[in-house]
């Protein structure tokens, strides 16, 4: 038996010291790879066919703390090991970014922003558009150039600068977004190749171009991070964009792609953004064009302390939000925006314990405000004790999300706070010692008058948007005579 074991051991005990080193290096609950880091095991249900694992679980007191210290350990090695610069997210021209949170790609074909009988860009009417049905935008992705590139030998700045009024029309079209305090972004396709040549490298070109028409970012279409060469030339330029991969970008490009768009597999217990919580101040674009229901999305971004694509006309076929989801929109974007700065905080704590199964929250700190965000993944409604916080004296609670200060039960050196969230729901808690400040408590009045109606009283069907054939008149038959002359 002692040889056995020593035979054992000879063989797994290289592959135990290695799992160990691991282990110790990169967090015992933590596994690094994709663009959203998993909840603690406990928070996530075994499946049933999985049945020699023995079950899920349960959570103690020492689960988050250990899941926490895994999670932010691994950040600051992380960033060691890339010899990460943040410097690019200080630059005034870029700090919109941070609070840029609802964007839908638009088709430049959309009936809303131009007027083909009339001539003319019509900005004011799509913005009024998507403000009455979810609460505007803060950045839109204009969309030129796919799937018309190809057709000849244009390449895509070519086609963008063949829109109605050429340059001088996209500038004024450009102009008027900004106007109403809306960034402008066009998409790069550096796989349009075999189109004419641009006449100088990519990244002067799109530069170049972009500070023409004064446009504030690039969304670099199928890229995986957009190069270090293209910020560079924009900033030569003098004029700093944002840029804006599709798919997520190597940790060491979060210095300068300061914008992504993310891909979920979503999961019950929400996952934390990588690149948001490597960057507190990255900005991420949820994007799901196909799926009718924006639940997930609109969960993930308010827990992540992020934004949502609200993409509906995905190359002429219209995915419109439902009336459900365009409210659910409405007041989340109207949290998000008023409490940005909070999103930004190194001291963001992800999956905040909660006392309700399937409710899951964010703790966000700054200064002496902390606010929370907060989501119910449930079919269901909960209400009554939903979490504790340490009680300090003097401390005030406001259910941001209904409008409403909460009397806390005071237990030991614990606030006990009871409020509700609607299923599949949203809330927001706020902390502070002595007053709101003005912006919040403008907030609580915009979000009492919000909510006074729940989200279930608004449509959540689907409804597909019929398209017809416009009938064109057929031509009159031609006939020849003997000699092959027409009639």
Known sequence: MKAEFRTMLRVAGPLLISAAFTANSYGQHLSTQGPLLPAPSCLTMTPVWMWWVGGSAPCTASTHREWVADMTHWRMERLIRIGYDGSRYNLPQLQ??????????????????????AGKYTVDRYLDDVEKRYGGIDAVLVWPVYPNVGIDDR????????????????????????RRGVKVL???MMWDQGTKDPGTDWPTAIAEFMKQIDADGINGDTQDGVPLAFPLA????????????????????????????????????PGVDRYRWLEPRHQVHIQGRWDRDKTNALQYAFFNGEGWESWENVWGIWNGVTPRDGEATRRVATIERAVAPFFASQGWEPLYPMLRYGVFGSRWPLAEQTVWTVVNRNEYDVDGNQMTTPYKQGMRYFDVYHGTELKPEIKGDQAVLSFSTEAHGFGAIVATDGELDPKLKELMGKMKTMTAKPLSSYSHEWQPLPQHIVEIASTVPITYSKCGESR
């Not at 390449?155 to 900004?178: A, W």
């Not at 792609?257 to 999961?267: A, K, P, R």
Request: glycine share 8%; proline share 8%; hydrophobic share 40%.
């Open 96 to 117: 919109w970014a941070q609070h840029s949170f609802i964007q839908p790609q638009m088709m430049v074909h959309d009936r809303y922003l131009y007027d083909p009988i």
């Open 234 to 269: 924009a900033e030569k330029a003098g004029h700093p964009l944002a840029f804006e991969p599709e798919n997520g970008p190597s940790d060491e490009a979060l210095a300068w792609n300061i914008l992504t768009w993310g891909q979920y597999t979503y999961t019950f217990a």
């Open 186 to 188: 066009f998409p790069m």
């Open 155 to 178: 390449n895509q700045h070519d086609i963008t600068r063949s829109m109605p009024g050429g340059v001088e029309g996209l500038k004024q079209m450009v102009s008027d977004f900004h």
